[in-house]
Structures are given as structure tokens and as C-alpha cells.
């Protein structure tokens, strides 16, 4: 439990000094544009926004630590956030070789102005 507190600590710390301006939205909110290196491409309606992971992590199942680890991603993978009304988890979809996997991440080890 201390290791747990301890990471989070760490991850909160460092997501207060990150900074992650790659999202842009449209006025009405109903699409977005998001930026890969020079290329930018649409996103799906129910994106809210895009963001890179500050540490590598797990996409969970369902909202909660124990559950079932979809897939693993690191701080290269962008990951297109879906739902921000939990108070610990994004819902979110990763796309990994050429498949969509949506499930939770922690909402610690994202940005902190998302």
C-alpha cells in the first residue's frame, strides 16, 4: 500500500510540471484534431481529447487496480480519452498494432490539465 501511495505521489509530482499542448478542439467541442508529429488526422466523435502518458502503464477493464490489464502502454503511445467523470480513472481507447482496446487508466499518470 505504501508503494501505491508512494508511485502516485510521484506521478501526481510530475504531472503538476508537464506540460501537453498537442489537443486542439473545435469551438463546439464536437470534433478534435489531433497532431502526430507533423501529420494531423481527425478524431472519432467521442474523443474528447488525446494525450501521451507521463509513465508507462496498464489499460484496465474496468475502473479499479485489480481488475483485468487489456493491454500495456508506454509514454509513446497516444491514448484517446473517452470519459473524465470518474475522480480516479479516464475511461479511454488505445490503439495497438492496428487494434482499439478501450478500458481505464489511472488518472495520475496523465497530464494534469486534461
Known sequence: MQKLICLLSLTATIACTACNNNNQADADGTSAVAE?????????????????PLIGGSLYSHPDFKSVSLVLFDTSQVIQ????SDALFFKARINRNHENYTGYISKAILPEQL
Open 36 to 52: 502526430a508529429g507533423e501529420e494531423t488526422y481527425a478524431l472519432p466523435a467521442d474523443v474528447l481529447t488525446t494525450a501521451k
Open 81 to 84: 480519452l473517452l470519459d473524465t
